[in-house]
C-alpha cells in the first residue's frame, strides 16, 4: 500500500504529514464511473413482492442515470422455489462477472459457498430479502424472528389464547421463513391452551397454500387460525377460508402487503399482516451496488423492518 510504503520510508507517518511532504486527499479515495454498469438481481422466485423490489431498483438505476450513470439493472428470476436451479443462475452470472451481484438466499449453506466463490473472483456481492451470512452485506428486514413472534402474540391475543391452529411454513430452506415459523412458535409457549395441529411447506406457490388450507380446513374443522410464514400463503389461506364461507370464524395472520391481501385484512378474513418495505430494498441495494463500484462506504447491515397491517389501517 502506498501510505504504508511512504511511512516506511519516512519511518513515522506523523513525522511526514508533519513536514508536509505527504497528504492525503479522501475525495481521491473515490472511483468514478466512466462505462455502463449491470447489476443482477437472483431472487428466490419469479413472485408479485420482488416485483416490488424491482420497482426499486428500477426507480433507483433511472435516479443514477440523471446524474450520468447507467445502470442496466437484470433480474434472473427461478420459476419455483428450487435450490438447484437458483444456485445454477448464481454460477452462472459468476461467469458473466457483471459490476453488481444481488441474491435473495433460498439456501444458506450452498448459497454461501458460492457467494463467497463470487466474492473471491473480485464480485461486488449483496444480498437481500433473506439473510444469508455475515460474510455479505445485506439490506432488508433482518429480524425475522421477531416477525413471526409478533404475528404470534397477535394471534394469541386474538383467540383469547387458547385453540387450534396451522402453519403454512412457505420454504423449508430459506431462513426468512423458517426464523419465522421459529418466532411464531416461541410465542405460542406463553399459551398452553394453544396447539398447533397442522404444518406443511407450500413451497411460495399460492395455489399450494390454498390446497393445503382446504385440507387443514377439512382435517380440522374446529381449526381457529393459520400463521403463514411468507407473501404469498396468507392469501392461499384467506382465498381457502373465503371460499369456505369462514370469514371472521377463522384468523389468518402472514406476511406483507400483497395488494389482495389487503383487500382481504379490509374484507376481515385476514386478522393482521407483517409487511416488509421490500421497495426500499431494491432502492438500496442498487444505491450501494454503485457504492461499491465506486470505492465508497456502505452499509453491511440496512435493516429495513417491517410493520403492521390491520383493519383500522383501512379506515
Given at each position: 500500500?502506498?501510505?504504508?510504503?511512504?511511512?516506511?520510508?519516512?519511518?513515522?507517518?506523523?513525522?511526514?504529514?508533519?513536514?508536509?511532504?505527504?497528504?492525503?486527499?479522501?475525495?481521491?479515495?473515490?472511483?468514478?464511473?466512466?462505462?455502463?454498469?449491470?447489476?443482477?438481481?437472483?431472487?428466490?422466485?419469479?413472485?408479485?413482492?420482488?416485483?416490488?423490489?424491482?420497482?426499486?431498483?428500477?426507480?433507483?438505476?433511472?435516479?443514477?442515470?440523471?446524474?450520468?450513470?447507467?445502470?442496466?439493472?437484470?433480474?434472473?428470476?427461478?420459476?419455483?422455489?428450487?435450490?438447484?436451479?437458483?444456485?445454477?443462475?448464481?454460477?452462472?452470472?459468476?461467469?458473466?462477472?457483471?459490476?453488481?451481484?444481488?441474491?435473495?438466499?433460498?439456501?444458506?449453506?450452498?448459497?454461501?459457498?458460492?457467494?463467497?466463490?463470487?466474492?473471491?473472483?473480485?464480485?461486488?456481492?449483496?444480498?437481500?430479502?433473506?439473510?444469508?451470512?455475515?460474510?455479505?452485506?445485506?439490506?432488508?428486514?433482518?429480524?425475522?424472528?421477531?416477525?413471526?413472534?409478533?404475528?404470534?402474540?397477535?394471534?394469541?391475543?386474538?383467540?383469547?389464547?387458547?385453540?387450534?391452529?396451522?402453519?403454512?411454513?412457505?420454504?423449508?430452506?430459506?431462513?426468512?421463513?423458517?426464523?419465522?415459523?421459529?418466532?411464531?412458535?416461541?410465542?405460542?409457549?406463553?399459551?398452553?391452551?394453544?396447539?398447533?395441529?397442522?404444518?406443511?411447506?407450500?413451497?411460495d406457490v399460492l395455489e399450494e397454500a390454498v390446497t393445503l388450507t382446504e385440507?387443514?380446513?377439512?382435517?380440522?374443522?374446529?381449526?381457529?387460525?393459520?400463521?403463514?410464514?411468507?407473501?404469498?400463503?396468507?392469501?392461499?389461506?384467506?382465498?381457502?377460508?373465503?371460499?369456505?364461507?369462514?370469514?371472521?370464524?377463522?384468523?389468518?395472520?402472514?406476511?406483507?402487503?400483497?395488494?389482495?391481501?389487503?383487500?382481504?385484512?379490509?374484507?376481515?378474513?385476514?386478522?393482521?399482516?407483517?409487511?416488509?418495505?421490500?421497495?426500499?430494498?431494491?432502492?438500496?441495494?442498487?444505491?450501494?451496488?454503485?457504492?461499491?463500484?465506486?470505492?465508497?462506504?456502505?452499509?453491511?447491515?440496512?435493516?429495513?423492518?417491517?410493520?403492521?397491517?390491520?383493519?383500522?389501517?383501512?379506515?
Amino acid at each position: 500500500m502506498i501510505l504504508k510504503s511512504f511511512a516506511a520510508l519516512c519511518g513515522l507517518a506523523t513525522a511526514c504529514l508533519a513536514t508536509g511532504a505527504f497528504a492525503q486527499n479522501q475525495a481521491d479515495l473515490i472511483k468514478p464511473v466512466d462505462k455502463e454498469l449491470t447489476f443482477v438481481f437472483i431472487p428466490k422466485v419469479i413472485h408479485p413482492w420482488y416485483d416490488v423490489v424491482a420497482e426499486g431498483s428500477k426507480f433507483a438505476a433511472e435516479e443514477i442515470a440523471k446524474e450520468g450513470i447507467k445502470i442496466n439493472v437484470i433480474w434472473d428470476q427461478p420459476p419455483q422455489a428450487d435450490v438447484a436451479d437458483q444456485n445454477q443462475r448464481i454460477e452462472a452470472n459468476i461467469g458473466k462477472k457483471p459490476d453488481g451481484l444481488a441474491v435473495a438466499c433460498l439456501d444458506q449453506a450452498t448459497n454461501v459457498q458460492l457467494l463467497t466463490e463470487a466474492k473471491d473472483a473480485g464480485l461486488n456481492v449483496y444480498t437481500f430479502n433473506s439473510f444469508c451470512d455475515e460474510k455479505f452485506p445485506f439490506v432488508g428486514q433482518k429480524n425475522s424472528y421477531q416477525d413471526g413472534y409478533d404475528l404470534g402474540e397477535f394471534l394469541a391475543k386474538h383467540l383469547d389464547g387458547k385453540g387450534k391452529v396451522g402453519i403454512l411454513a412457505g420454504s423449508l430452506t430459506a431462513t426468512d421463513h423458517v426464523e419465522r415459523i421459529q418466532g411464531f412458535k416461541k410465542a405460542l409457549e406463553a399459551h398452553p391452551d394453544m396447539q398447533i395441529v397442522f404444518e406443511q411447506p407450500d413451497n411460495d406457490v399460492l395455489e399450494e397454500a390454498v390446497t393445503l388450507t382446504e385440507n387443514a380446513l377439512q382435517a380440522h374443522p374446529d381449526i381457529a387460525g393459520f400463521f403463514g410464514s411468507n407473501a404469498s400463503n396468507p392469501i392461499g389461506a384467506a382465498r381457502a377460508i373465503k371460499n369456505a364461507g369462514l370469514t371472521g370464524k377463522v384468523a389468518v395472520v402472514g406476511m406483507d402487503d400483497l395488494p389482495e391481501a389487503v383487500d382481504f385484512v379490509c374484507d376481515g378474513t385476514i386478522t393482521a399482516l407483517k409487511a416488509q418495505r421490500q421497495w426500499d430494498i431494491g432502492y438500496w441495494a442498487v444505491r450501494y451496488m454503485l457504492a461499491m463500484n465506486q470505492n465508497h462506504t456502505y452499509p453491511w447491515d440496512h435493516n429495513t423492518g417491517s410493520r403492521f397491517i390491520t383493519k383500522t389501517d383501512c379506515e
